[in-house]
């Protein structure tokens, strides 16, 4: 029977839950708003299939990519949060009548897992969403397509890939399995209580909401909320979510020591943004956002080889070097214990968040500024 005993050893991938054959393993949420399992003893016939299935306890070792590429894709670029590549592969699966499971943003603004087969359903699975999805019977849905003979395309960050890897046991040439480069994730508890701050201080009825707005620049990316009149755009290094994100304070306990970052996860592909780009590709380097591919299999190399990207290979170690989601495990930020006990007390939450974030000394503000001037004073050369 599945135990966590230590919180930091869950990744929240459902595998468990799924391949439990009594249906005795729930997700509960915990105080610091994370999804775990919980078994029904009274129902357990201590089988140990979930506990075999597992990620966190049956890890592979890193292994680096056959392939790395710079891409973009002009149809679809414009309005991705980098090149526009999940769609032109998306794209692909549903021309052959296949199914693509990726996150979307709900009407009541949760994050979950769906399944799609048009390109209508696709467009809502498009853009970042920085707060671990909901998959709730996604793994099992999965597996019945592929029992029918269809093709599959699975997103989703490193540790959802691990655990469907895992729960369908085998490799099936007709799942192709995409993951992003994830820095780690915030749990939907906070994420809703957030949502809800938000829509009271601005006095919206939130419509949609985009993590990654890149209008004014993909570098300098914003986070919009919108309702159905107007929109609030707020530069992300602004946004106490966002910081708080991106310094690591809100991450889940297992995202410190993520096992399956680097080519963990066992994914054909993994997707991230080239911020480096004007480094190893500076013709590419216009501001619009490039996309970063990692080709680990070979089954993710054919793929890749069908869809006419406007793509060039890079040295993959140059590639990865400003994306710290390759980087390798996490420090807990010392006051990480603090921000979720006092949570769910505050009044004022988005106050509270504000307390919490870490600015930066002046010399790495005046060394960020020499180096973004530097940046466009080289594109223009380029150009």
Request: aromatic share 8%; proline share 5%; glycine share 8%.
């Amino acid at each position: 029977m599945i135990r966590i005993n230590d919180k930091a050893e869950c990744c929240g991938c459902t595998a468990c839950m799924n391949i439990c054959p009594m249906q005795c393993i729930v997700m509960r949420r915990d105080r610091e708003g994370f999804d775990y399992p919980v078994a029904n003893p009274d129902i357990c016939i201590s089988c140990g299939k979930c506990e075999d299935v597992c990620p966190m306890s049956h890890t592979a070792d890193s292994t680096g990519p056959l392939l790395t590429l710079a891409a973009r894709s002009p149809q679809f670029m414009e309005r991705s949060s980098s090149g526009g590549i999940f769609p032109v592969l998306a794209s692909e699966v549903v021309c052959q009548g296949g199914t693509v499971y990726g996150a979307v943003l709900n009407q009541d603004l949760t994050v979950s897992h769906t399944d799609t087969s048009d390109m209508q359903g696709v467009e809502r699975m498009r853009g970042s969403k920085y707060v671990q999805s909901e998959l709730y019977a996604s793994f099992e849905d999965v597996k019945y397509e592929l029992s029918q003979g269809r093709k599959v395309m699975f997103t989703g960050t490193p540790c959802q890939i691990a655990g469907l890897k895992a729960y369908i046991g085998k490799d099936d040439p007709n799942l192709l399995l995409v993951d992003c480069a994830c820095h780690g994730v915030p749990g939907p508890g906070l994420w809703g209580k957030y949502v809800n701050a938000l829509s009271e201080k601005y006095g919206m009825q939130i419509k949609d909401i985009r993590f990654r707005g890149k209008d004014r620049s993909w570098r300098k990316y914003d986070f919009v909320i919108s309702d159905a009149d107007s929109s609030v755009v707020t530069p992300h290094h602004k946004d106490p979510y966002m910081l708080l994100f991106l310094q690591d304070m809100t991450l889940r306990p297992s995202c410190y020591q993520c096992p399956f970052r680097k080519g963990g996860s066992g994914s054909d592909l993994t997707l991230a943004d080239l911020w480096n780009v004007g480094e190893v590709a500076p013709e590419m380097d216009d501001d619009r956002g490039v996309s970063l591919i990692l080709v680990n299999t070979l089954k993710g190399k054919e793929t890749i080889s069908k869809l006419g990207l406007t793509a060039l290979e890079v040295d993959s170690d140059i590639a990865m070097r400003r994306n710290g989601a390759f980087s390798g495990s996490l420090e807990v930020p010392q006051r990480r214990q603090e921000f979720f006990q006092g949570l769910h007390s505050a009044k004022d939450l988005i106050g509270y968040m504000k307390g919490f974030v870490v600015r930066p000394p002046l010399h790495k503000k005046i060394y960020r500024s020499i180096h973004t001037m530097l940046s466009k004073i080289k594109r223009r050369i380029v150009k």
